[in-house]
Nanobody
Framework: QVQLLESGGDSLQAGGSLRLSCASSGATCINFSQGWFRQAPGNKREGVAALDGAGSTRYADSVKGRFTISRDNAKNTLFLQMNSLKPEDTAMYYC???????????????????WGQGTQVTVSS
């Protein structure tokens, strides 16, 4: 069983930067498909960024050029570097994983098996 624990959420002004972390335990996620999702109140959970077991990345159009997903294999930790933050980025951010190297729809929540509890990001104008 994989456990995921997010951290790094905060409240900040628009234009700022933040790095979210997702520490994995219970299994080594080096070859897993992993992703970051977010959910604002009243909205569906949406995919933000994904990283497959081969290192390929995928981003939602709304965050391209501003967010970067990466993984530290030695620390079994997934990151999301968020720059040029906007008020519309405000949401609970979740880390997700699935124990296979590649998924066909990496930004779809139904593709993932394991989820963290989330970390809140609030961006004010």
């Amino acid at each position: 069983q994989v456990q995921l624990l997010e951290s790094g959420g905060d409240s900040l002004q628009a234009g700022g930067s933040l790095r979210l972390s997702c520490a994995s335990s219970g299994a080594t996620c080096i070859n897993f498909s992993q992703g970051w999702f977010r959910q604002a109140p009243g909205n569906k959970r949406e995919g933000v960024a994904a990283l497959d077991g081969a290192g390929s990345t995928r981003y939602a159009d709304s965050v391209k050029g501003r967010f970067t997903i990466s993984r530290d294999n030695a620390k079994n930790t997934l990151f999301l570097q968020m720059n040029s933050l906007k008020p519309e980025d405000t949401a609970m951010y979740y880390c997700a994983a699935r124990g296979i190297q590649w998924v066909s729809r990496p930004l779809e929540k139904d593709e993932y098996t394991y989820w963290g509890q989330g970390t809140q990001v609030t961006v004010s104008s």
